[in-house]
């Protein structure tokens, strides 16, 4: 039970890990400090991952076992039969389905049914929409950006840059002519544009720009970022963007990504399989490890698994590899989970006889991998990683140097972030004609970051921000006040209205 006058906040969230982590890992904060906190998502998550068995996402609090997270609440937003068809991979599926103006009235409708009433609403960076619904209740609503700092910069930019002509801003050739300026610090390079602003004709491209048009409504943006990693872009929001006219609400970054602090609705794998990793990991030199995942949604073509494949045989490391078949994200509905130790996966995609050639020094994971468990381990020497945002954050928490193999969206610039802002990492470069990665330039990096000196300095860098966040999550620092000031707001809040939660 909420503790008396516990403001009740509600958090709604898009499926997907790479946001739906952050929403569970801020409601346990939240809980944790006192508040009452209901989640909306959607039921199709527990739905689906309970059919699949390794229930992923399934609530903690109905196992009764902890009485912090009895104060969470996990609760479908929409019935599962309107949505089935939707894959769970299908990013831009989802932000239809959670944009269309029926949403609204189901989210207005659900949000009169909580007892006692939320204070306020923190709703998931695409769903700009929810200010309606907000503003109709007479409650804030805060935003939960799950992305980096300088991709916020950009975003809360959008109408401007659509107004001002610098987006979709293409040539003849249909090329961006030039980057994007950003006042205060150094312009966004036309890589980092995303590819649905660049194209008008995209389906999305209107719903994301207006999503972010209402960026700047929002009460508060809460980051999932803390200041010392991002401190000169926080800074240029704070004061370059005000001087130029451009409306930034409090910014109020939280570490949300944080190894110690993580906490996910259920084991994100069965517990057999957890210690399976750790006991192999276990006898492993310290250090030594390559950690290999693409996150949830991305995969690697058939080719460039066989260069990967290849170079990891060549360079001799051990290392434990996070696979899926091209195309299958780890929540789409073919996906299964299983762990070969003994190589016995009938993975096609591998050179043939790959893993009987690799040995005992590789762990081969088929689908989802309990990645908080691997990062910690002292045995892991680097993570080669698709650098979302979430990956990265639980990568600097670590203190593991990174090796970058970005694919989409904002993992180009979280890349460059890693590797000339924080340089705790190292880039896979593309081959000249497309974006493959050559097998020779992954041998080359892969021994750059284990063996050269190019490795070591990463490695220093990450171990010096593991420092700065393990401070900023402990009591006193900057995250634990920032947490607390949207507590402390919505306290009142709930104290001072007679409605609310009393
Ligand atoms: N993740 C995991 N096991 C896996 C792959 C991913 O636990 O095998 C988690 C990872 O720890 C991170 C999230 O899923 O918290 C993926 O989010 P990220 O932003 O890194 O990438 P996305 O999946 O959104 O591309």
Not at 166 to 188: F, H, Q, R, T, Y
Request: glycine share 6%; aromatic share 8%; proline share 6%.
């Amino acid at each position: 039970p909420a503790l008396p006058g516990a403001p009740h906040i509600l958090l709604v969230s898009i499926p997907p890990p790479g946001h739906l982590f952050p929403f569970t890992s801020f409601a346990y904060q939240l809980a944790a400090a006192g508040a009452q906190v209901t989640c909306f998502t959607t039921g199709y998550v527990f739905e689906h991952l309970q059919h699949r068995g390794d229930n992923k996402y399934r609530d903690e609090s109905s196992s009764g076992s902890c009485s912090k997270s009895s104060r969470v609440r996990f609760e479908g937003l929409f019935d599962y039969e309107e949505i089935h068809e939707i894959g769970m991979d299908d990013v831009m599926g989802w932000l239809q389905a959670f944009s269309n103006e029926k949403m609204e009235a189901v989210l207005e409708r659900r949000f009169l049914e909580l007892q006692p009433r939320p204070v306020c609403i923190v709703a998931d960076m695409f769903l700009g929409w929810v200010q309606d619904v907000a503003n109709k209740m007479h409650v804030p609503r805060h935003t939960l950006f799950t992305m980096n700092a300088k991709e916020l910069a950009f975003l809360i930019r959008i109408p401007q840059l659509f107004e001002s002509g610098e987006l979709p801003g293409l040539n003849a050739d249909g090329v961006m002519k030039s980057d994007i300026s950003m006042p205060g610090m150094a312009p966004l390079p036309v890589e980092g544009v995303w590819g649905v602003f660049k194209d008008e004709t995209v389906g999305h491209h209107q719903q994301v720009k207006e999503a972010f048009r209402r960026l700047s409504e929002s009460k508060s943006i809460i980051l999932n970022t803390f200041e010392e990693l991002e401190a000169e872009t926080l800074e240029a929001l704070r004061t370059d963007y005000v001087a130029a006219n451009i409306k930034v609400p409090e910014l109020l970054p939280i570490l949300l990504s944080s190894i110690p602090r993580l906490q996910r609705p259920n084991a994100t794998i069965g517990n057999d399989q957890v210690s399976e990793v750790e006991k192999w990991l276990d006898t492993q030199a310290p250090a030594s490890v390559i950690y290999i995942s693409f996150g949830s949604l991305a995969t690697l073509t058939k080719q460039q698994t066989g260069a990967l494949a290849l170079a990891l045989e060549a360079t001799n490391y051990p290392f434990i590899w996070v696979y899926r078949p091209p195309g299958i994200s780890q929540v789409s509905r073919q996906s299964k989970v299983s762990i070969s130790a003994n190589h016995e996966t009938s993975y096609e995609y591998f050179p043939p006889r790959f893993q009987d050639r690799v040995g005992g020094r590789a762990m081969l994971i088929n689908g989802w991998a309990p990645q908080p468990q691997i990062l910690t381990h002292h045995a892991i020497g680097a993570f080669l990683t698709h650098c979302g945002w979430n990956s990265t954050l639980e990568s600097v928490c670590a203190g593991v140097p990174m090796l970058c193999w970005p694919f989409f969206a904002d993992q180009n610039m979280n890349a460059r972030f890693v590797t000339d802002t924080i340089q705790a990492g190292l880039r896979m470069k593309w081959g000249r004609s497309d974006d493959t990665v050559d097998q020779d330039e992954i041998q080359k990096v892969l021994t750059q970051m284990m063996d050269g000196e190019e490795g070591k300095a990463a490695r220093s860098s990450a171990l010096k921000f593991r420092l700065l966040a393990q401070a900023d999550v402990a009591d006193g620092g900057a995250s634990n006040s920032n947490l607390h000031k949207i507590l402390q707001e919505c306290t009142s809040a709930s104290l001072c209205n007679g409605s609310y939660g009393c």
